[in-house]
């Protein structure tokens, strides 16, 4: 088979960034002598980008001109189109002068890049979230997360000593490079992406092999690795279904999994376009765009981030110039007498269909441990995911108890303890003043300090949830958007339990006087940011339970929140 010419990666030329084995060992000489900073995940996986030219013409984490042109305009400072800001946060006490050499560790503290620092600029969560993600809801995955980010930008020259290190799934972790090497060695000109982040099943698997078909050519399912949505089957399982589906049911002459270390930024129609600009950098010239494609869901009012189709309208407007072209994600329905899938304007009349939303797989098969139906799924993925989704009953789950000092989150914590262990529940608690004794000792009641308690809380709880476990929280957390992190923390199986509690009420109760003492000091012009007096409350917008700490007993609620699990599939019924 002759070999293919590929489109020109975007820019023109694939960029980069890793020295050589003699300028390796000169720069980790260097390094130890260096002022550094830690990279968070996200930085790393936009780093492995930049390096090996996923993002080229990228060369850099951007400067002020690119930055401020991209979120006004989508577009780089030289007028090249890119769609979203990708920047390098830091503490700004923690850099060197301008023109001097920082290093760049990951979290184990080894030497990924050193960076000649030519830029540091200031720049405003609310104008990034507004502009690039079209919200400032702290629903959004990547507004709650930039509340966390350091107050500059840094830029500048990089020269890349180590790529990120991985263990798992080595053979599938490919360089653009390397990928455009073996589409070209299939001999197709063209080349159909496809973007995913969750397991595939009989639908994707139609789609893909249509997509292939319509444009004469190969395909490459190209799987987000790097950093999802939280909540997303975990990147391990999901490998494993795609390995096992393009062994067995894809053309390998013409089909390529491959693997991609992308941090999303769940930014819908402008995250479409950034998608396709790494997918030509891989050697595709076309791109299948989803519905709610890389969407977040739904925002704090429950509406959906973006429209449906707005990824799909965004990629169509510029498909020309980014020399990418979008096939659109048709739906496509399954004729059970004829075997078959269709697309839904071409369904016979009267004929039988059959669908399964992603919420039936999810609470009416992997919760109940029952096996997806092959006319959905192949036998390989239903049995991958019984494996690592439990039934429900078996699954950890966190019960996070929110309210205002003496709404009666610990009362009812403890009566909900002793029901969960009547029914073989192990329950691990976490009080939010017990907590403050151990694990958040030395911390105060300023808003940072309050969000890191939290946050610990929500890391624990999370840990002990994955390991399968049951684990009740009961902390004020007054913020809404550290309350979503600690959601974010945790993962599905997260039931926020809202004591909606007057404060006249929780006063009442107060026997160690704290509310009468914040009044005190508020009148003596001593504030002291005490919650419900001189700090406010944000009451979840749309908690899974909602109690009144007065007019019930703390037992009468207990159980409310027991009847809840059990109609969720956590408990086993009686």
């Known amino acids: 088979?002759?070999?293919?010419?590929?489109?020109?990666?975007?820019?023109?030329?694939?960029?980069?960034?890793?020295?050589?084995?003699?300028?390796?060992?000169?720069?980790?000489?260097?390094?130890?002598?260096?002022?550094?900073?830690?990279?968070?995940?996200?930085?790393?996986?936009?780093?492995?980008?930049?390096?090996?030219?996923?993002?080229?013409?990228?060369?850099?984490f951007m400067g002020k001109a690119d930055y401020e042109r991209v979120l006004h305009e989508m577009r780089l400072a030289d007028g090249t189109l890119w769609s979203l800001p990708i920047t390098l946060t830091a503490d700004p006490n923690e850099l060197p002068t301008v023109g001097e050499d920082i290093v760049l560790r990951n979290a184990n503290n080894d030497v990924i890049a050193i960076m000649t620092l030519d830029e540091v600029f200031h720049w405003d969560p609310e104008t990034e979230a507004v502009r690039a993600y079209g919200s400032t809801d702290p629903r959004h995955p990547m507004v709650s997360e930039m509340g966390r980010w350091g107050k500059v930008c840094i830029s500048g020259p990089i020269k890349v000593v180590n790529l990120p290190k991985y263990y798992d799934f080595v053979e599938l972790r490919r360089t653009p490079a390397q990928v455009r090497a073996m589409l070209e060695g299939m001999g197709n000109e063209n080349v159909v992406a496809f973007q995913t982040r969750n397991p595939l099943h009989r639908i994707h698997e139609e789609l893909t092999k249509r997509a292939a078909a319509q444009v004469k050519g190969s395909l490459i399912i190209h799987p987000v690795v790097g950093m999802t949505k939280p909540g997303d089957v975990d990147h391990y399982t999901r490998v494993r279904i795609y390995k096992a589906l393009v062994e067995n049911y894809y053309d390998k002459k013409s089909t390529l999994?491959?693997?991609?270390?992308?941090?999303?930024?769940?930014?819908?129609?402008?995250?479409?376009?950034?998608?396709?600009?790494?997918?030509?950098?891989?050697?595709?010239?076309?791109?299948?765009?989803?519905?709610?494609?890389?969407?977040?869901?739904k925002d704090s009012t429950g509406k959906p981030f973006y429209g449906?189709?707005?990824?799909?309208?965004?990629?169509?407007?510029?498909?020309?110039?980014?020399?990418?072209?979008?096939?659109?994600?048709?739906?496509?329905?399954?004729?059970?007498?004829?075997?078959?899938?269709?697309?839904?304007?071409?369904?016979?009349?009267?004929?039988?269909?059959?669908?399964?939303?992603?919420?039936?797989?999810?609470?009416?098969?992997?919760?109940?441990?029952?096996?997806?139906?092959?006319?959905?799924?192949?036998?390989?993925?239903?049995?991958?995911?019984?494996?690592?989704?439990?039934?429900?009953?078996?699954?950890?789950?966190?019960?996070?108890?929110?309210?205002?000092?003496?709404?009666?989150?610990?009362?009812?914590?403890?009566?909900?303890?002793?029901?969960?262990?009547?029914?073989?529940?192990?329950?691990?608690?976490?009080?939010?003043?017990?907590?403050?004794?151990?694990?958040?000792?030395?911390?105060?009641?300023?808003?940072?300090?309050?969000?890191?308690?939290?946050?610990?809380?929500?890391?624990?709880?999370?840990?002990?949830?994955?390991?399968?476990?049951?684990?009740?929280?009961?902390?004020?957390?007054?913020?809404?958007?550290?309350?979503?992190?600690?959601?974010?923390?945790?993962?599905?199986?997260f039931v926020t339990v809202?004591?909606?509690?007057?404060?006249?009420?929780?006063?009442?109760?107060?026997?160690?006087?704290?509310?009468?003492?914040?009044?005190?000091?508020?009148?003596?012009?001593?504030?002291?940011?005490?919650?419900?007096?001189?700090?406010?409350?944000?009451?979840?917008?749309?908690?899974?339970?909602?109690?009144?700490g007065y007019g019930a007993t703390p037992e009468e609620n207990a159980r409310i929140i027991v009847s809840y699990l059990e109609d969720q599939g956590y408990l086993n019924n009686h």
């Open 1 to 60: 088979m002759t070999k293919a010419k590929l489109i020109a990666p975007y820019g023109g030329k694939l960029v980069n960034l890793v020295v050589d084995a003699k300028e390796r060992e000169s720069l980790l000489t260097r390094a130890s002598k260096l002022p550094s900073i830690k990279i968070s995940m996200r930085n790393l996986c936009d780093l492995e980008l930049l390096a090996t030219g996923g993002f080229s013409p990228l060369t850099t």
């Open 257 to 297: 999994l491959s693997l991609l270390p992308l941090a999303m930024r769940l930014a819908g129609p402008r995250e479409a376009l950034l998608h396709a600009i790494i997918r030509r950098n891989h050697g595709a010239n076309h791109f299948i765009v989803g519905r709610d494609h890389a969407g977040p869901g």
């Open 308 to 493: 449906p189709y707005d990824a799909q309208e965004m990629m169509k407007q510029y498909e020309a110039e980014l020399c990418v072209k979008m096939i659109p994600f048709e739906e496509l329905v399954y004729l059970p007498d004829e075997d078959r899938y269709v697309e839904g304007r071409d369904v016979p009349a009267g004929a039988k269909t059959l669908n399964i939303s992603g919420t039936q797989v999810r609470d009416d098969y992997l919760a109940k441990g029952k096996l997806l139906p092959e006319w959905f799924t192949r036998p390989e993925t239903a049995e991958i995911l019984r494996e690592m989704y439990p039934p429900r009953h078996k699954q950890g789950f966190c019960i996070w108890f929110t309210g205002l000092s003496g709404s009666g989150k610990s009362a009812t914590t403890q009566v909900l303890t002793s029901l969960l262990l009547e029914r073989g529940r192990e329950v691990a608690i976490l009080d939010g003043d017990v907590v403050r004794t151990h694990l958040s000792k030395g911390l105060g009641f300023s808003k940072e300090d309050r969000d890191t308690n939290i946050l610990r809380i929500g890391f624990v709880a999370g840990e002990i949830v994955q390991a399968g476990g049951a684990v009740v929280c009961a902390a004020i957390s007054p913020y809404r958007a550290t309350r979503n992190e600690a959601r974010k923390m945790v993962g599905e199986n």
């Open 498 to 548: 809202y004591m909606d509690t007057p404060v006249e009420v929780c006063e009442q109760r107060d026997t160690k006087g704290l509310y009468a003492k914040a009044r005190q000091a508020v009148q003596a012009g001593k504030p002291m940011g005490f919650t419900g007096v001189d700090d406010p409350y944000e009451p979840p917008i749309e908690p899974e339970i909602t109690l009144k």
